[in-house]
């Protein structure tokens, strides 16, 4: 699978909603950050905490958003909420590293979602992305936002969305890797094993 035309082709799809899920993480992470919340309240949240209250203003925009976008639908496998652009992209919200890569506790339909894997009542020829806010250094404010493509513990490409006057574009930001790790074993259960010793 050629990394670049991948890239170009999930976010050709993703164009049409891009301010859209742009908007949906800028102003959860701005709400989370605004008055709404007292300094000592947020001073009491652990990062889980954070991530968990940014999720769940996230997760109420998004089904509002889904509401108003004609293609656009909320779907719910046993908590695993995604947003389902036209049977052809879902996207999972999430707090991410600057590489694109999310790094909370992974259950097995996490993780099978990671590794692009078919889902019963999920389209099976949809690309699954990551749509990640990235905070800034002091862990205060939105730092940037980006959609990503996990392939099993990989991320395959990043794209950071950037927002310019009123309208939305994207930027290849995918960290270069060394000639001898460029490639990307597709096979997830393989690099699962690998790893944890299977």
């Not at 993780?111 to 894997?117: A, P, R």
């Not at 936002?145 to 930001?173: C, H, K, L, Y």
């Not at 995918?174 to 790790?181: D, E, H, I, M, Q």
């Amino acid at each position: 699978m050629d990394r670049d035309e991948d890239q170009s082709r999930a976010m050709a799809i993703s164009e049409p909603i891009l301010k859209d899920l742009y908007g949906v993480l800028d102003d959860s992470v701005k709400f989370y950050f605004s008055e709404e919340y007292s300094a000592a309240a947020r001073a009491d949240h652990t990062n889980t905490a954070v991530a968990n209250c940014i999720y769940s203003h996230a997760e109420k925009r998004a089904a509002a958003l889904a509401a108003t976008i004609p293609g656009l639908a909320l779907l719910d496998k046993r908590s695993l909420k995604v947003a389902n652009y036209k049977d052809q992209a879902l996207f999972r919200f999430k707090r991410v590293k600057a590489n694109g890569k999310h790094s909370n506790y992974q259950t097995k339909q996490q993780q099978d979602y990671d590794d692009q894997k078919p889902f019963d009542d999920f389209p099976a020829e949809a690309t699954r992305l990551t749509v990640g806010y990235e905070l800034d250094e002091a862990g205060a404010s939105l730092k940037r936002i980006m959609i990503a493509r996990p392939i099993g513990r990989n991320i395959f490409w990043t794209s950071q969305v950037v927002m310019q006057d009123e309208a939305a574009r994207w930027e290849d930001i995918t960290p270069r890797r060394f000639a001898v790790t460029e490639a990307i074993d597709f096979d997830a259960d393989r690099i699962r094993g690998r790893r944890s010793g299977g």
